[in-house]
């Protein structure tokens, strides 16, 4: 078939058409066909010749040409695509290295097979770039919902139609709960991922997401696309429960009834979408206590106390509320945990009694034993506040004056016998501290108590570069995330009360005396740290 006058036309109505049914651009296909023709013509008139076609985008005209480019004599390898400088003067008036020498060679009679061979290089290029297109449309889309056709279904994995655009693909665990399609049926859902792969963009959908849900509210809630209301935080158990959490920015709307729509009507066409996915709205509060009582809702809390190092938060509530604050398989719970990003333990209103009380007694038998005093002082001295010896034996002498009973000559008398306990204490475990062959240089170094001593001894940290080499989690304590629950890693020095950031403080100073650190990258790196603590704390 040689291109002639008769069909230089199809050629650019065949590239319209082909562009109009794959939505790419029309150039893309006349350049895949003049990439294909390119090469029929390298077989017909030899592989080693660099012909080259271009087709004229008004008339469809096709013009063959032959490509030779001048290059130094040493660097002269193939005879067919290339010439010297000295041959190139027989073309070119002045040539230079780089130029290229251009001589219009006749069409081409494609056969058979090199006429099979440029339709596959035309399919090729189309498909590529029918994936490009496909990718930079849904790339933009992500985080957003699409509307499609349900194509076929492979092992559980739903392939959609995204209506003649591409396909994308709704793996079973994003689907809520025992959804089945049918072919053809239409379906909503949230575009988690775009990637691209070399069998093409892969469009991955998700109807489990939070996210999803966010989006649908979006949808529905005018307030929420205009920014009048937001979604601070959603929590999922796909297809059965979920709650939300919205704060408006306009005093005159409510954010929850905004959301909830006349007697219902926009939380309803949600809950549809959802497979009747039950929703609790929830006003958002910077306070996290408030904010947590909401979020338990229908129980009702009695008492929160928030844990901030350990980023947990114990929940007291009345006996008779305890299995509704939990939920149906701890789903209340689980989720209000989910909302607010902590680790909930919830407690009767009898076990936090009882803990009180046994917390109380274990510290009125503390100070029994170690002061020498009744049980009637000791008790006195527990309900004032007092936890450990040191807060008696240091504390403002005005403040154990003001307890009832208390006179000066008792104050100084306990404060007399808390200092020679603790001295003692001291005493003893300095002594064990040597005796398990801890160094002088971790003896005078700054910070670290006897006691402290003591158990960096019995846990082999026995020199100040021992003590330089461990990480402060190691020595504070700290929280890590296994499996999606929080496990707690128990710090040398954490039972006495040492703080992340004075173990960071600790160990910093340490390779500073040692000559590890230098002292101003040691103080940019302990500032990097406070940051990156206040960043998790936020």
Known sequence: MAITSANQLELLQTAEAVAREKMIDPDLVIQAMEESLARAAKSRYGSELDIRVKIDRKTGRATFARIRTVVEDEALENYQAQLTVKQAKSYLADPKVGDEVIDEVPPVDLGRIAAQSAKQVILQKVREAERDRQYEEFK??????????????????????????????????????????????????????VRREARGPQIFLSRTAPEFMAELFKMEVPEIYDGIIEIKAVARDPGSRAKIAVISYDNSIDPV??????????????????QGEKIDIIPWNQDQATFLVNALQPAE?????????????????PDEQLSLAIGRRGQNVRLASQLTGLDIDIMTEADESARRQAEFTERTNLFMETLDVDEMMAQLLVSEGFTN?????????????SIDGFDEGTAEELQARARDYLEAANKKAMENAIALGVDESLINFEGL????????????????????????????????????????????????DMSLEEAQNLVMTARVMLGWVDPTEAEAEVEDGSEEDEEAEA
């Open 140 to 193: 933009d889309r992500k985080g957003t919902i699409l509307n499609g056709t349900v194509k076929r279904e492979e092992y559980g994995n739903i392939i959609i139609d995204l209506n003649g655009r591409g396909e994308a693909i709704l793996r079973r665990n994003e689907k809520i709960g025992r959804e089945a399609y049918r072919i053809g049926d239409r379906i909503r859902a949230y575009i988690k991922d």
């Open 257 to 274: 009834g905004a959301c909830v729509g006349m007697r219902g009507s926009r939380v309803q066409a949600v809950v549809n979408e959802l």
């Open 301 to 317: 809390v009695s008492k929160v106390v928030i844990d901030d190092d350990a980023g947990k938060i114990e929940v007291v509530v």
């Open 389 to 401: 010896l040191e807060e008696v034996a240091y504390v403002d002498m005005d403040e154990l004056l």
């Open 449 to 496: 108590t006897p006691q402290m001593l003591e158990a960096l001894g019995k846990d082999g940290i026995k020199t100040l570069e021992d003590f330089a080499t461990c990480a402060d989690w190691e020595l504070a304590g700290g929280w890590t995330t296994v499996n999606g629950q929080r496990v707690k890693d128990e710090g040398l020095l954490e039972k006495f």
